[in-house]
């Protein structure tokens, strides 16, 4: 096994053609790597059904149509996460072949830093900094742009628990295998190594300088508005557990174990605005 972060595959056996091919475009193009699946994924999330605003007086009286033939109703939020993580998925095998070349070695430090993230997020989202802050100075709105669905399943499809089960399975593993997949290999195989130097798919992960570093806690406030402190120093500390161990992967365990936990805390707790 490699020390670098770009090792040669494990596996002894040849490839398939049409694995050598996907692999001579990634290597072309290593942006599709890292950079497709997350943008299906946040493109997708446009076309799923939010929560109505219960500041709006009218919102019921407006129909909320089709989508593709599917009604665009709240209650149908889990027919259209299924398809956006289905997509996702078949994205990320597509560029699949690009993963391959970072040493798959995981230790504990990953899981540990997860557990311990776990408990940051919530706990630094309790405190509701960001109301504290944003809010008096006329920033409110901003805080709704990170807005989750907050979907509960089991008031929302209390009388079908095959589908509701079924949903939440998928749910779960979108949550703790997929999103951490795509962001860690989009924040530390791609943002981090790209402000470093300009040909930075050469570069073994945990390679940093000054951008580097602030880079991520940037693009964790960026994309979690509404818990920008929580954020901040979560991936902050995934920050240093890349430079710790120079392993992608110790990075998508940590990522990993956070969301498992905080899902089975938003289920436990009933505290669906984390959800």
């Known amino acids: 096994m490699n020390d670098g972060s770009n090792g040669a595959p494990e596996s002894s056996a040849p490839p398939r053609s049409e694995e050598i091919q996907r692999e001579g475009l990634l290597q072309r193009f290593p942006l599709i790597v890292f950079l497709a699946p997350l943008f299906v994924y946040l493109g997708l999330a446009g076309f799923e059904p939010r929560p109505p605003d219960p500041d709006e007086l009218f919102w019921e009286d407006t129909s909320p149509g089709e989508w593709f033939g599917i009604p665009h109703g709240y209650e149908h939020y889990p027919i259209y996460y299924t398809a956006r993580i289905g997509l996702t998925v078949l994205t990320v095998w597509l560029v699949s072949p690009g993963f391959r070349y970072f040493p798959r070695k995981i230790?504990?430090?990953?899981?540990?830093?997860?557990?311990?993230?776990?408990?940051?997020?919530?706990?630094?989202?309790?405190?509701?900094?960001?109301?504290?802050?944003f809010v008096p100075i006329g920033l409110g709105s901003f805080l709704g742009l990170g807005e989750r669905a907050a979907f509960n399943p089991f008031e929302m499809m209390?009388?079908?628990?095959?589908?509701?089960?079924?949903?939440?399975?998928?749910?779960?593993?979108?949550?703790?295998?997929?999103?951490?997949?795509?962001?860690?290999?989009?924040?530390?195989?791609?943002?981090?190594r790209y402000l470093v130097g300009q040909q930075w798919w050469k570069l073994p992960i945990g390679t940093v300088n000054r951008a580097a570093i602030v880079a991520p806690a940037i693009y964790g406030a960026l994309t979690h508005p509404a818990e920008m402190f929580a954020a901040i120093l979560w991936f902050s500390m995934v920050t240093w557990l890349a430079i710790k161990t120079r392993n992608i992967w110790e990075c998508v365990v940590a990522h990993a174990v956070t969301n498992l936990l905080l899902g089975?805390?938003?289920?436990?707790?009933?505290?669906?605005?984390?959800w």
């Open 107 to 133: 230790g504990w430090l990953g899981m540990v830093v997860g557990a311990v993230g776990v408990v940051v997020w919530v706990g630094v989202c309790k405190l509701d900094l960001e109301q504290l802050i």
């Open 264 to 274: 089975i805390y938003v289920i436990t707790w009933n505290d669906w605005a984390m």
């Open 158 to 192: 209390a009388n079908n628990l095959p589908w509701m089960y079924t949903f939440l399975a998928i749910r779960f593993f979108g949550l703790a295998a997929v999103v951490p997949l795509i962001e860690e290999m989009m924040v530390r195989g791609f943002l981090m």
